[in-house]
Protein backbone atom coordinates (compact mmCIF):
# COMPACT_ATOMS: atom_id res chain seq x y z
CA UNK A 1 0.00 0.00 0.00
CA UNK A 2 3.12 2.40 0.17
CA UNK A 3 2.85 2.46 -3.48
CA UNK A 4 -0.12 3.81 -4.10
CA UNK A 5 -0.14 6.35 -7.06
CA UNK A 6 -1.60 10.10 -6.47
CA UNK A 7 -4.47 9.31 -8.67
CA UNK A 8 -5.46 6.82 -6.09
CA UNK A 9 -4.76 9.37 -3.25
CA UNK A 10 -7.18 11.90 -4.87
CA UNK A 11 -10.30 9.94 -5.82
CA UNK A 12 -12.45 11.90 -3.48
CA UNK A 13 -10.89 14.92 -3.75
CA UNK A 14 -12.82 18.28 -4.31
CA UNK A 15 -12.77 20.67 -7.20
CA UNK A 16 -11.34 24.24 -6.57
CA UNK A 17 -13.77 27.01 -7.86
CA UNK A 18 -12.66 30.26 -8.56
CA UNK A 19 -13.47 32.80 -6.18
CA UNK A 20 -13.42 36.65 -5.13
CA UNK A 21 -10.57 37.91 -2.80
CA UNK A 22 -12.08 39.24 0.03
CA UNK A 23 -11.78 41.19 3.80
CA UNK A 24 -10.95 39.36 6.92
CA UNK A 25 -14.11 38.58 9.21
CA UNK A 26 -16.38 38.98 6.29
CA UNK A 27 -19.46 37.45 5.91
CA UNK A 28 -19.44 34.63 2.94
CA UNK A 29 -22.70 34.06 1.55
CA UNK A 30 -23.65 31.33 -1.47
CA UNK A 31 -27.29 31.27 -3.45
CA UNK A 32 -28.36 27.77 -3.61
CA UNK A 33 -32.06 28.56 -4.93
CA UNK A 34 -34.56 30.90 -5.81
CA UNK A 35 -38.42 30.33 -5.48
CA UNK A 36 -41.53 33.21 -5.84
CA UNK A 37 -40.42 35.49 -2.78
CA UNK A 38 -38.02 33.17 -0.88
CA UNK A 39 -34.44 32.34 -1.50
CA UNK A 40 -32.16 29.26 -0.75
CA UNK A 41 -28.66 30.68 1.34
CA UNK A 42 -25.68 29.68 2.82
CA UNK A 43 -24.54 32.04 5.18
CA UNK A 44 -20.85 31.34 6.58
CA UNK A 45 -20.80 27.86 4.96
CA UNK A 46 -24.02 27.01 7.39
CA UNK A 47 -26.18 24.73 6.66
CA UNK A 48 -28.95 26.02 3.73
CA UNK A 49 -32.06 28.12 5.24
CA UNK A 50 -35.15 29.09 3.23
CA UNK A 51 -35.60 33.43 3.11
CA UNK A 52 -37.84 35.67 2.46
CA UNK A 53 -37.74 38.95 0.34
CA UNK A 54 -36.66 41.48 3.38
CA UNK A 55 -35.34 39.02 5.77
CA UNK A 56 -32.56 39.62 8.07
CA UNK A 57 -30.49 36.70 9.07
CA UNK A 58 -28.66 36.57 12.91
CA UNK A 59 -25.65 37.43 10.74
CA UNK A 60 -26.56 40.49 9.51
CA UNK A 61 -27.45 39.40 5.63
CA UNK A 62 -30.78 41.01 4.36
CA UNK A 63 -32.62 39.85 1.74
CA UNK A 64 -33.29 42.53 -0.89
CA UNK A 65 -34.86 41.06 -3.71
CA UNK A 66 -35.31 38.02 -5.57
CA UNK A 67 -36.14 36.93 -9.39
CA UNK A 68 -34.84 34.56 -11.95
CA UNK A 69 -31.70 32.96 -10.76
CA UNK A 70 -30.15 35.63 -8.77
CA UNK A 71 -31.39 37.36 -5.98
CA UNK A 72 -29.21 40.71 -4.02
CA UNK A 73 -28.23 40.90 -1.13
CA UNK A 74 -27.46 43.29 1.61
CA UNK A 75 -24.48 43.24 4.68
CA UNK A 76 -23.23 45.76 6.23
CA UNK A 77 -24.71 48.27 3.60
CA UNK A 78 -23.41 47.22 1.00
CA UNK A 79 -25.35 45.50 -1.91
CA UNK A 80 -24.38 42.64 -3.83
CA UNK A 81 -26.00 40.69 -6.79
CA UNK A 82 -25.68 36.73 -6.68
CA UNK A 83 -26.60 34.15 -9.01
CA UNK A 84 -27.46 30.14 -8.25
CA UNK A 85 -24.29 27.77 -8.23
CA UNK A 86 -22.05 30.57 -8.07
CA UNK A 87 -18.87 30.32 -5.89
CA UNK A 88 -19.91 31.68 -2.10
CA UNK A 89 -19.51 35.73 -2.36
CA UNK A 90 -17.80 37.42 0.75
CA UNK A 91 -19.65 40.88 2.15
CA UNK A 92 -18.60 43.20 4.54
CA UNK A 93 -15.32 43.08 7.16
CA UNK A 94 -12.26 45.92 7.54
CA UNK A 95 -10.70 45.37 4.39
CA UNK A 96 -6.89 44.26 6.36
CA UNK A 97 -5.22 41.41 4.32
CA UNK A 98 -3.45 38.54 5.76
CA UNK A 99 -0.20 36.66 4.18
CA UNK A 100 -0.57 35.25 1.05
CA UNK A 101 1.04 31.94 -0.87
CA UNK A 102 -0.01 31.37 -4.66
CA UNK A 103 0.01 27.45 -5.41
CA UNK A 104 0.64 26.25 -9.03
CA UNK A 105 -0.74 23.26 -10.68
CA UNK A 106 0.92 20.64 -12.38
CA UNK A 107 0.08 19.03 -15.90
CA UNK A 108 -2.28 17.21 -14.44
CA UNK A 109 -4.25 20.28 -12.82
CA UNK A 110 -3.32 19.23 -9.17
CA UNK A 111 -1.61 21.67 -7.11
CA UNK A 112 1.45 21.19 -5.24
CA UNK A 113 3.30 22.96 -3.03
CA UNK A 114 5.99 22.87 -0.14
CA UNK A 115 5.46 23.26 2.93
CA UNK A 116 6.17 22.33 6.71
CA UNK A 117 3.98 20.66 10.04
CA UNK A 118 5.51 21.16 13.31
CA UNK A 119 8.67 22.73 11.35
CA UNK A 120 9.29 19.69 9.28
CA UNK A 121 9.38 19.91 5.49
CA UNK A 122 6.71 18.49 3.90
CA UNK A 123 5.28 17.91 0.08
CA UNK A 124 1.54 19.21 -0.17
CA UNK A 125 -0.96 18.73 -2.78
CA UNK A 126 -4.25 20.78 -2.10
CA UNK A 127 -7.40 18.62 -1.49
CA UNK A 128 -10.67 20.42 -0.72
CA UNK A 129 -12.43 17.16 -0.61
CA UNK A 130 -10.18 16.23 2.35
CA UNK A 131 -11.36 17.07 5.99
CA UNK A 132 -8.60 18.21 7.57
CA UNK A 133 -4.88 18.08 6.73
CA UNK A 134 -3.34 14.51 6.92
CA UNK A 135 -0.22 12.97 6.51
CA UNK A 136 1.45 9.56 6.44
CA UNK A 137 3.82 7.94 9.49
CA UNK A 138 6.72 9.02 8.03
CA UNK A 139 5.73 12.38 7.98
CA UNK A 140 4.30 12.42 11.26
CA UNK A 141 7.64 10.75 12.87
CA UNK A 142 9.62 13.43 10.94
CA UNK A 143 7.67 16.32 12.93
CA UNK A 144 7.20 14.90 16.09
CA UNK A 145 4.14 13.90 16.33
CA UNK A 146 3.29 10.98 18.93
CA UNK A 147 0.23 9.19 17.64
CA UNK A 148 0.58 7.20 20.92
CA UNK A 149 -1.24 9.49 22.84
CA UNK A 150 -3.36 10.46 19.67
CA UNK A 151 -7.03 9.60 19.07
CA UNK A 152 -7.92 6.34 16.91
CA UNK A 153 -10.25 6.52 14.39
CA UNK A 154 -11.01 4.53 11.34
CA UNK A 155 -10.37 6.66 7.68
CA UNK A 156 -12.31 5.92 4.21
CA UNK A 157 -9.74 6.05 1.76
CA UNK A 158 -9.66 4.89 -2.07
CA UNK A 159 -8.75 1.38 -0.79
CA UNK A 160 -10.97 1.15 1.74
CA UNK A 161 -11.66 1.71 5.41
CA UNK A 162 -8.02 2.34 7.37
CA UNK A 163 -6.64 3.11 10.28
CA UNK A 164 -5.62 6.92 11.17
CA UNK A 165 -4.82 8.97 14.14
CA UNK A 166 -6.78 12.56 14.94
CA UNK A 167 -3.69 15.08 16.14
CA UNK A 168 -3.79 18.71 16.38
CA UNK A 169 -0.93 20.38 14.59
CA UNK A 170 1.17 22.80 16.38
CA UNK A 171 1.87 24.49 12.94
CA UNK A 172 1.11 24.09 9.25
CA UNK A 173 3.05 26.18 6.70
CA UNK A 174 2.98 27.36 3.06
CA UNK A 175 4.74 29.86 1.92
CA UNK A 176 4.55 32.99 4.13
CA UNK A 177 1.01 31.59 5.51
CA UNK A 178 1.28 29.95 9.08
CA UNK A 179 -1.29 28.51 11.07
CA UNK A 180 -0.93 27.17 14.19
CA UNK A 181 -3.08 24.40 16.09
CA UNK A 182 -4.56 23.05 12.81
CA UNK A 183 -6.46 19.39 13.14
CA UNK A 184 -5.15 16.81 11.25
CA UNK A 185 -4.87 12.88 10.54
CA UNK A 186 -2.06 10.79 10.70
CA UNK A 187 -2.22 7.84 8.45
CA UNK A 188 -1.23 4.61 9.35
CA UNK A 189 0.90 4.13 6.61
CA UNK A 190 3.51 6.60 4.65
CA UNK A 191 2.30 8.71 2.01
CA UNK A 192 3.51 9.42 -1.60
CA UNK A 193 2.68 13.25 -0.07
CA UNK A 194 0.73 14.60 2.37
CA UNK A 195 -3.03 16.70 2.00
CA UNK A 196 -3.73 20.08 2.75
CA UNK A 197 -7.33 19.41 3.49
CA UNK A 198 -9.84 22.15 4.68
CA UNK A 199 -8.92 22.43 8.39
CA UNK A 200 -6.06 24.51 6.93
CA UNK A 201 -8.52 25.30 3.56
CA UNK A 202 -11.32 26.77 5.40
CA UNK A 203 -9.35 29.94 6.82
CA UNK A 204 -7.79 31.20 3.70
CA UNK A 205 -9.50 32.79 0.71
CA UNK A 206 -8.91 31.14 -2.52
CA UNK A 207 -8.55 32.41 -6.23
CA UNK A 208 -8.47 30.26 -8.40
CA UNK A 209 -6.40 31.82 -12.11
CA UNK A 210 -5.53 29.24 -14.50
CA UNK A 211 -2.75 27.23 -13.20
CA UNK A 212 -2.57 29.25 -10.77
CA UNK A 213 -4.41 29.30 -6.87
CA UNK A 214 -3.59 32.23 -4.56
CA UNK A 215 -4.09 31.78 -0.75
CA UNK A 216 -4.85 34.16 1.40
CA UNK A 217 -4.96 34.24 4.95
CA UNK A 218 -8.17 35.07 6.35
CA UNK A 219 -7.60 34.06 10.45
Known amino acids: MKNLTIDRWLQCSGVILGCIAVPVNATEVALAGVFPGKVLVVVNGGSPRTLAVGALTQEGVRIVAADGDGAVVEVDGRRQRLVVGQQA ?7 RRGPTVTVHADSRGQFHAPGAINGSAVHFVVDTGATY ?21 MMQTANGVAQ ?7 SVRVGDVVLRNVDGVVQGMDMPFALLGMSFLNR ?10 QLRQRY
Do not use: Q, T, Y
Request: avoid cysteine.
Open 89 to 95: LNLGGDG
Open 133 to 153: VSLGRGDASRAGIDISRAEPV
Open 164 to 170: AWRVKLD
Open 204 to 213: MEMRHDGPSL
